[in-house]
């Protein structure tokens, strides 16, 4: 009868105790690294802010992570000596490598430290507006307004012009209008200032702005600055410039056109000949 000495010498003998040690030692860690990752970002983003509390613990958790592995490797018998033999090799090789995700990595960590915007900001760059959903090591990542998920590399991000849409609590709305030439300016912003005290959403500090652009080749330009609150800034646009079109109808305001208007008329002298002109051409020309 094989006791249990022999089946714990047998295992010993045969790797299996080390590879069961390994895998706990992952399995176990991943766990208390998962826990401590998000009870880390519970309890700091209150002092530190939600962004730098989830990129502080990313860097806390892969270290972790490279930690456990470490451990693991070495509970099968996987020696780190030879290493040090092939490190200047691996260093150039990991250098190559990862020259990206190093300059990501540093990006993001520009990033944290600059706070452009935050997670739950609405920004737009070049050629993306979405929300910001997380600001990882490597990456920013956003959900844009149809719903597409959309990543974009740190490194990219700090290069980027950014408008972060979400940062104060008020925005401010420019109509453009283009009106006909025969448009009374003064009539004009009386009305459309009368338009802006009666919307609801208007605010009254700041003030809304009448403002004259200039000339175009078919009319009067003209912008109406108004502000409103950040949260009802998409269904203000809407409701305002129905307003604007409906006010202006009533008042008998015409939008500029690019038609033409050819005029018909007797022509001047000199233009074209007379018909008697061509006549007395034709009689006094030799046959």
Same mark, same amino acid.
């Given at each position: 009868m094989i006791e249990w000495r022999d089946w714990v010498e047998f295992l010993a003998t045969n790797h299996?105790?080390? $590879?069961? @040690?390994? =895998?706990g030692i992952l399995i176990v860690g991943w766990v208390i690294g998962r826990a401590t990752r998000q009870g880390f970002k519970r309890a700091m983003s209150s002092y530190i802010g939600e962004t730098r509390a989830h990129v502080? /613990?990313?860097f806390g958790y892969y270290f972790f992570l490279g930690l456990?592995?470490? =451990?693991?490797?070495?509970q099968i018998g996987f020696k780190f000596t030879f290493l040090i033999g092939a490190a200047g090799i691996l260093t150039v090789t990991l250098g190559f /490598? !990862?020259? /990206? !995700? $190093?300059a990501n990595l540093v990006a993001g960590l520009? =990033?944290?430290a600059e706070r452009p915007f935050n997670i739950g900001d609405t920004i737009q760059t070049d050629k993306t507006t979405g929300e910001v959903l997380a600001i990882d090591l490597v990456a920013v990542k956003l959900r844009t307004q149809d719903n597409l998920h959309v990543r974009i590399p740190n490194? $990219?991000? =700090?290069? !980027?012009? $950014?408008t972060?849409?979400?940062?104060?609590?008020i925005r401010r709305f420019d109509l453009d209008l283009q009106l006909d030439f025969d448009t009374d300016l003064t009539r004009l912003k009386e009305v459309l200032l009368e338009v802006s005290e009666t919307q609801a959403t208007t605010l009254e500090e700041p003030r809304p702005l009448f403002k004259f652009v200039g000339f175009s080749d078919i009319g009067i330009r003209v912008q109406i600055c108004t502000w409103t609150a950040r949260d009802k800034f998409l269904t203000y646009k809407v409701t305002f410039a129905t307003a604007v079109k409906k006010a202006l109808d009533k008042h008998g305001f015409r939008f500029a056109t690019s038609d033409r208007v050819l005029r018909l008329g007797p022509a001047e002298s000199g233009d074209t000949p007379s018909a008697s002109g061509a006549s007395s !051409?034709? @009689?006094e020309s030799p046959v």
């Open positions: 299996v105790f080390p $590879v069961l @040690k390994a =895998l502080f /613990a990313g456990l592995w470490f =451990l693991a490797l070495n /490598a !990862a020259r /990206a !995700a $190093v520009f =990033l944290v490194d $990219v991000m =700090l290069r !980027a012009q $950014v972060t849409l979400t940062r104060y609590e !051409a034709e @009689k």
